[in-house]
Structure formats: C-alpha cells, structure tokens
C-alpha cells in the first residue's frame, strides 16, 4: 500500500512540473480549411510558402484536388478572419471573399490563365 501511494505522489508530482515547465498552459492549435481559387502547383507553392510567415501559423497544406487550404494555427495569435485576409492578399480567392485585385495581377501567367483567384473558379 506504501509503495503505490509513494507512485501516486510521484506522478502527481511529475504533472505540476510539466504544467509549471508551459507556464501552466498546454499548447493549442486550431485547424481552419479553407475553400481557395487554387489550381497549380505554382498555387501551391506560394500559399504554402507565404502563409506559413503570418503570425501564429504552425502549418499550411494545400489539397489542389479539392481546392483547400489548411491552416492550422495558434488561436490566441491569429483567427480564420485574419488567415483568409491574407490568403486574398496574395492573389487567391478564400471562401466567399475574392482576391485582391493588385495581388491577383502579379500571380504568375499560368495562374491568371487558369482563372486563379477568380470568385466561383473552382
């Protein structure tokens, strides 16, 4: 009976430090997917490349097939508001909201052709 008591105080222990070790607060992530206008690789590329800078973004995976943008990120950093902005501001449509114009003409040929970053390409 000692011995599993002395165990049970040991893992209690063990568990305030790794709480007090993160300041008491465990590390949170959030995934947001959102539908884009992209269609190529080049898409890919410079959405995967660009967001993954905005602050409290983890990680940004495009699914070309389905036109998705994965954003997973730290919530008490960003929001999906401030994530679809700046997917605009490089040129790509991001759910309802449409491409920044200014963006959109400096895409590569491919991707205007394509009709990236248009509203409703899908």
Request: charged share 25%.
């Given at each position: 009976m000692r011995t599993k008591n002395i165990l049970a105080a040991l893992m209690i222990g063990s568990s305030l430090m790794a709480a007090a070790n993160d300041g008491g607060k465990a590390k949170k992530t959030e995934t947001v997917s959102i539908k884009?206008?992209?269609?190529?690789?080049?898409?890919?590329?410079?959405?995967?490349?660009?967001?993954?800078?905005?602050?409290?973004?983890?990680?940004?995976?495009?699914?070309?097939?389905?036109?998705?943008?994965?954003?997973?990120?730290d919530p008490r950093k960003t929001d999906p508001a401030h994530l679809?902005?700046?997917?605009?501001?490089?040129?790509?449509?991001?759910?309802?909201?449409?491409?920044?114009?200014?963006?959109?003409?400096?895409?590569?040929?491919?991707?205007?052709?394509e009709g990236c970053g248009s509203p409703g390409h899908h």
């Amino acid at each position: 009976m000692r011995t599993k008591n002395i165990l049970a105080a040991l893992m209690i222990g063990s568990s305030l430090m790794a709480a007090a070790n993160d300041g008491g607060k465990a590390k949170k992530t959030e995934t947001v997917s959102i539908k884009s206008s992209t269609v190529c690789g080049m898409c890919e590329t410079a959405i995967e490349g660009n967001l993954i800078y905005e602050r409290g973004v983890k990680k940004v995976e495009v699914d070309l097939a389905t036109a998705m943008v994965m954003v997973t990120y730290d919530p008490r950093k960003t929001d999906p508001a401030h994530l679809r902005t700046a997917l605009t501001k490089l040129g790509y449509s991001a759910d309802d909201q449409p491409a920044d114009a200014k963006a959109f003409a400096k895409l590569p040929g491919c991707c205007q052709k394509e009709g990236c970053g248009s509203p409703g390409h899908h």
